[in-house]
Structure formats: structure tokens, C-alpha cells
């Protein structure tokens, strides 16, 4: 609902799309993050042993649930099964970091385009030819297609657009061009 409401769609018209109450859109559009249920935390059997796991997470890192939950058995007194410590140390564990940020796009909202010259030559007529391939891609369905060249021009590249764009069949929102220098190559590619 938030992406209708981005795209500048009315909260009438979103209502009639999804089948919902104005006033529920409206208050949906208004509020910040998506509604949620809450309810108080019943509490567990092991909340008044987990400064200990705390501890024992410090002195050892890689401490395994059996063997935590052998020392709070035989230390402390837990009387608790070893998935609920499992599940425990789970949640006190400090969280890996992602070395990269997936990203999701809409339909039609994102076109890729990479320029590149191909790793073969061709031999045409007994000479050797280089080959460059545009390839486009739409992220969201995954679709390519590819439009070839022997040169890296400014026209080779506009007529690669224009391949892509027949065969995509989408105006795109947001051209990505990768590398980055695929828009200078052709103006060095023509200098003397």
C-alpha cells in the first residue's frame, strides 16, 4: 500500500484497488510503519539467568546451549529444557554483518544496463574483430537480453537502447549504468 502511496495514487482509488475502508487506508497512509500487533512479554523460565549467560556469552564467545545449560543446571538451579537456552544465545549473540544490502525493485522500476567488450575475438574474412555486447537487464523479473557491436561508439550504444527497450517493453523509471565509465567509453573510442 505504501508503494501505491508513493506512486501519487489516492487513497480512494488505493481503497477501491485493495478492497479496504478509506478510513483504513488513510489511516494506514498517515501512519509511519505497518500496524502491529503487541502484546506484554509473558516472561520465561530463564530470564532470571540471563545476566549468567551474559557472562558465560563474554567468557566464551562460542559456548554451545548443552553446555550452558549444564552449568545453569548444575550452578544456578535451571530447571529449563536446552532449546529455550538454544534459542537464548540465539538472540544474545551479536548479529554477523552483511557485507552487502540486498535491494528489491518494483516492476519496471529499475533497467541495467553493462557494456562491455567480449572476452573472443572474431575472425571475419581472416581478420580478427572485436566484439562488444550491451546487455540489459530488468532486476525484478530477471529478463535480459543483449545487443552486439564491433565498435563502442555513441551510435552502437544508442541503437543498443533501442534494441533493449523493444525487447524489454518497459519505460523504465531508473536507467543503472554498470561500470560506470560505459558512457565515456564511446567518446574515447572515437577519438583519433
Avoid at 21 to 31: P, Q, Y
Avoid at 137 to 149: D, I, K, R
Wanted: zero cysteines; charged letters at 25%; aromatic letters at 6%.
Amino acid at each position: 500500500m505504501q508503494a501505491l502511496v508513493g506512486d501519487g495514487v489516492s487513497e480512494r482509488e488505493i481503497a477501491r484497488r485493495l478492497g479496504m475502508n478509506r478510513r483504513t487506508v488513510a489511516r494506514l497512509a498517515a501512519s509511519a510503519e505497518p500496524p502491529r500487533y503487541r502484546r506484554a512479554a509473558a516472561g520465561s523460565k530463564l530470564d532470571p539467568f540471563e545476566p549468567v549467560l551474559r557472562r558465560l556469552l563474554a567468557e566464551w564467545p562460542q559456548i554451545k546451549a548443552p553446555r550452558a545449560t549444564e552449568l545453569l543446571r548444575d550452578e544456578y538451579g535451571y530447571d529449563g529444557s536446552v532449546d529455550l537456552v538454544k534459542r537464548r544465545l540465539r538472540a544474545l549473540r551479536p548479529r554477523p554483518v552483511r557485507p552487502a544490502q540486498r535491494t528489491g525493485y518494483r516492476p519496471g522500476q529499475v533497467l541495467q544496463l553493462d557494456w562491455a567488450e567480449m572476452p573472443t575475438r572474431l575472425v571475419i574474412d581472416g581478420q580478427e574483430r572485436r566484439v562488444y555486447a550491451l546487455v540489459a537487464s530488468l532486476p525484478y523479473s530477471g529478463a535480459q537480453s543483449a545487443s552486439f557491436s564491433f565498435e563502442m561508439t555513441v551510435e552502437a550504444f544508442l541503437e543498443g537502447h533501442v534494441h533493449a527497450a523493444a525487447v524489454a517493453r518497459v519505460a523504465s523509471q531508473l536507467v543503472v549504468y554498470e561500470p560506470v565509465e560505459i558512457l565515456s567509453a564511446a567518446a574515447v573510442e572515437r577519438e583519433p
